[in-house]
């Protein structure tokens, strides 16, 4: 390294991004501190490293810190983010500090999309890992196989999952950017969704000359885009029939998935232990990106064939022929619609489903598309609304979902709270059902719970 910068200071330090963010450059021998308002696993992994971890928010903690960086989450207000600024301290935002990291490689793979953007870039992280290419890896999830969301590789490429919340991916210029598709998400940030399709048509057009593009055509709004995309583009779909890379001869079975890959006329044959139509996509985005780098379609497949996942998507707890307990980080309506659609493709079996709506703001414009989202549930439980970044909005709560349910005919939905999930699951469980937990909160706590008592 050129600069003398050594001490970095993180606030909000136990969100996934900036988690992976503060371990890649411990390991890089920066002398990393943090701080956040309570513990987590994020937190206690981090600790292990021998990072120095304040809970609580005070300018004390930043009073060695030569560089800050700070969470999306964190308000200008932050008693630390002032004491920097007022000290001169040169502040990063998450986003602007991902985008330094990847300057550091020759090559940068961007992952975007409203839906997919963690598993496709743990999928494509995993497969150049496993084809000895050695990347460098920052993924918003613990990849199941390394449990950790990053790693320093001493290769070429630099592999990042790119976010839209803020527009934070456009501070990224990838060489490859991936967009997996776009829907109308994060309306606290965005106007509508031609804004949001605006900032996605800028993140595929920051690619230089000799990069690439890869774009799901089944996705209606990414596919809307193309024509304006002024780089090579690769397309791949399972619905569109003009793409570059197609998924024929699905088979969902038993939380598995078989599917042929058709590519300049050849077929390829792929299987996968993680779930699902979505998780196909993810695949094919994976694929197309991989196959375009000149790995083999052996080396893919062998890699996707052991991909074990990502915590908290479609993260089967414990499952058997009397109880299958499956925790997901689902948050949007289409992400909620493809987990339920996931788990009865592979079981024949009632479904109770616990959801947890994450931030006001989301619940309130999509409330309706929620309730359609869950009605092929058996049983639904909705709890309070997780707030996390937002104030207190009492124009809305979650009983918006429930009254909508109940106004499409379901006649099994609960309203209770975060607190007696367990005792109401367990009153209405019948031996061989399957559990699901659902949302971006920390319903994940819940499901862990059950699973420790219902075993």
């Known amino acids: 390294m050129l600069s003398s910068i050594k001490r970095i200071h993180f606030i909000g330090i136990g969100g996934i991004g900036m988690s992976g963010i503060a371990e890649l450059l411990h390991n890089q021998d920066f002398k990393i501190t943090g ?244 998780n196909i996509l993810n695949a094919l985005a994976a694929i197309s990106v991989c196959k375009t780098m000149g790995l083999s379609i052996e080396n893919i497949s062998q890699s996707l064939k052991m991909f074990s996942g990502v915590k908290r998507r479609f993260d089967v707890k414990v499952h058997n022929k009397n109880l299958t307990i499956i925790d997901d980080y689902a948050h949007h309506p289409v992400e909620v619609l493809s987990v339920i659609k996931a788990v009865k493709s592979n079981w024949n079996r009632r479904l109770l489903v616990v959801f947890q709506p994450h931030l006001f703001s989301r619940t309130k414009a999509f409330y309706k598309d929620f309730a359609e989202s869950l009605f092929d549930a058996d049983l639904i439980f909705i709890t309070e609304i997780f707030a996390s970044r937002e104030k207190l909005d009492s124009s809305i709560s979650s009983e918006r979902i429930s009254e909508h349910l109940k106004e499409l005919k379901h006649k099994n939905v609960f309203d209770i709270t975060i607190d007696s999930l367990l005792q109401d699951i367990q009153s209405k469980y019948n031996e061989g059902d399957i559990i699901l937990t659902i949302g971006a909160g920390n319903i994940w706590r819940y499901a862990d719970k059950l699973t420790e008592n219902m075993r």
């Open 35 to 278: 701080s956040d308002l309570s513990e987590s696993p994020n937190i206690n992994r981090l600790k292990k490293l021998d990072i120095t971890i304040s809970i609580g928010h005070d300018k004390k903690n930043i009073s060695t810190a030569e560089i800050v960086v700070y969470s999306d989450a964190i308000p200008k207000d932050n008693i630390e983010l002032i004491e920097a600024n007022d000290r001169d301290i040169q502040c990063y935002s998450r986003a602007q500090m991902l985008s330094q990291l990847a300057k550091l490689k020759s090559s940068t793979v961007g992952i975007s999309g409203t839906h997919g953007k963690t598993t496709t870039t743990s999928m494509i992280g995993s497969i150049l890992k496993d084809s000895n290419l050695d990347p460098t890896i920052i993924v918003g999830g613990v990849v199941k196989s390394i449990n950790t969301n990053s790693v320093l590789g001493a290769g070429d490429t630099f592999v990042v999952e790119a976010d839209e919340f803020n527009r934070s991916f456009l501070e990224l210029s990838p060489t490859i950017a991936v967009i997996n598709n776009i829907d109308l998400e994060h309306v606290d940030c965005y106007k509508d969704l031609d804004d949001l399709k605006n900032a996605f048509l800028q993140f595929a057009n920051s690619v230089p000359f000799y990069g690439m593009v890869s774009i799901c055509k089944d996705s209606d709004n990414a596919a809307s885009i193309i024509p304006f995309i002024n780089k090579p583009i690769v397309t791949y779909g399972i619905e569109s029939d003009d793409v570059d890379f197609k998924a024929i001869n699905i088979i969902h079975n038993d939380g598995k998935v078989a599917f042929d890959v058709v590519h300049k006329d050849k077929n390829y044959t792929f299987s996968m232990i993680v779930p699902g139509t979505y």
